[in-house]
């Protein structure tokens, strides 16, 4: 895997960006009937993806990032759910459905193929890598 630099450089984000994006056009569009508790819990959880992505990554160690991960995939997991209840009160069809659920499929994967590399690491973040250079003697 390359190194990362930022975390708008991981898929996952980027793709839970996009996501993002598109299901915010569908709340913009009047789509969820002002059903404000949907609305806000999608908007929760779609936000809470790209965020927790976002935040561990920035943490610079590899177990408070898989910490936040864990909480990303489990986003992911929670936006399904909400869109069956945008799919069963009819603010969305069936093929929107299937696409958004596959969309959000999709980042879960990706996320937890980042949390298996990681637990596979032997890199522990880069905040560990600036104490273990700091801990070594000069010459």
Same mark, same amino acid.
């Given at each position: &895997?390359?190194?990362?630099?930022?975390?708008? #450089? $991981?898929?996952?984000?980027?793709?839970?960006? #996009?996501?993002?994006?598109?299901?915010?056009?569908?709340?913009?569009?009047?789509?969820?009937?002002?059903?404000?508790k949907?609305?806000?819990?999608?908007?929760?959880?779609?936000?809470?993806? &790209?965020?927790?992505?976002?935040?561990?990554?920035?943490?610079?160690?590899?177990?408070?990032?898989?910490?936040?991960?864990?909480?990303?995939?489990?986003?992911?997991?929670?936006?399904?759910?909400q869109?069956?209840?945008?799919? #069963?009160?009819?603010?969305?069809?069936?093929?929107?459905?299937?696409?958004l659920?596959?969309?959000? &499929?999709? $980042?879960?994967?990706?996320?937890?193929?980042?949390?298996?590399?990681?637990? #596979?690491?032997?890199?522990?973040?880069?905040?560990?890598?600036?104490?273990?250079?700091?801990?070594?003697?000069?010459?």
């Amino acid at each position: &895997m390359a190194t990362i630099k930022n975390f708008e #450089d $991981i898929i996952s984000w980027q793709e839970a960006r #996009d996501l993002n994006n598109i299901l915010g056009k569908l709340i913009n569009e009047k789509r969820f009937e002002h059903n404000y508790k949907l609305i806000n819990q999608i908007e929760g959880s779609t936000g809470s993806i &790209m965020n927790n992505i976002a935040e561990g990554f920035e943490r610079g160690g590899n177990r408070e990032f898989l910490q936040f991960l864990f909480i990303a995939k489990g986003s992911c997991g929670e936006l399904r759910s909400q869109l069956y209840w945008a799919l #069963d009160r009819q603010y969305i069809n069936q093929p929107e459905f299937n696409k958004l659920s596959l969309h959000a &499929m999709k $980042i879960g994967s990706q996320v937890q193929k980042l949390i298996t590399y990681l637990e #596979d690491s032997e890199i522990k973040g880069v905040k560990y890598k600036r104490r273990e250079t700091e801990l070594k003697p000069t010459s």
